[in-house]
């Protein structure tokens, strides 16, 4: 993660030196939670759109393109996420984000998950699934939208704290996204009467909680959801 941006041509030489032109290497970044990664070469280049036998040297920057289907291909390690630096990055994902999934759009999708994690977790490298209650490696959660973001006001969007919750990847976020399970007034756990899949209903039965901790200003958002998913 990149933690800070300077300038210092003074410190640059003291460190590098000069180049045969006289110049430096004084436009610096300081790196914070360095995080290795085993990645073969020919992984890397299938996921970039390089030649099989491209071989890197040295440091080398990729253009926007590249560096989303690197992301896409092989997600970040967990640690602690950041609002962009920009604050008008997250303002253009909480306004500009519904649309066609285009290179622009994709990068707004990440940063306002990022946004929205951050208000959830904190930080944290582990995180409770809202339905669920399991605790799990946030690689293993979804900042859901409770509302169907296609449908919120702007002010809606920008709710950060109270739109979205946290569900895990190992189920419990795709039954509320399809509405076969919904939340009460009273925060408990209500399944679809129609629903008559057996894995289904036994994944209702024995992993979800009967009541989830009491979230206030989402009360609106679950309403929305039970509304329209005919609950």
Wanted: proline share 4%; aromatic share 10%; glycine share 6%.
């Amino acid at each position: 993660m990149i933690a800070a941006r300077f300038h210092n041509a003074a410190l640059a030489r003291r460190l590098w030196h000069e180049d045969h032109r006289g110049d430096t290497w004084e436009y610096m970044y300081a790196l914070d939670q360095i995080k290795t990664a085993n990645i073969p070469y020919r992984d890397f280049n299938a996921a970039v759109g390089y030649k099989e036998n491209n071989v890197i040297q040295g440091f080398t920057v990729m253009d926007e393109e590249r560096s989303a289907a690197f992301l896409t291909t092989f997600p970040a390690p967990a640690g602690r996420v950041e609002w962009p630096e920009a604050p008008e990055v997250v303002e253009d994902a909480l306004r500009n984000l519904d649309g066609d999934l285009e290179r622009r759009a994709e990068g707004w999708q990440r940063a306002e998950q990022s946004a929205l994690r951050e208000a959830l977790l904190h930080g944290a490298p582990n995180g409770q699934c809202a339905l669920c209650g399991r605790v799990m490696d946030v690689r293993l959660l979804v900042a859901a939208h409770i509302k169907k973001r296609s449908h919120c006001t702007d002010a809606e969007k920008r709710d950060l704290r109270n739109i979205a919750m946290l569900n895990c990847r190992f189920g419990c976020d795709e039954l509320f996204e399809r509405g076969f399970i919904s939340i009460n007034d009273d925060w408990t756990v209500a399944s679809k009467p129609s629903v008559t899949d057996k894995t289904v209903t036994e994944y209702i039965r024995e992993r979800l909680r009967e009541k989830i901790t009491p979230r206030p200003g989402s009360t609106k958002y679950f309403e929305w959801h039970r509304q329209h998913h005919h609950f």
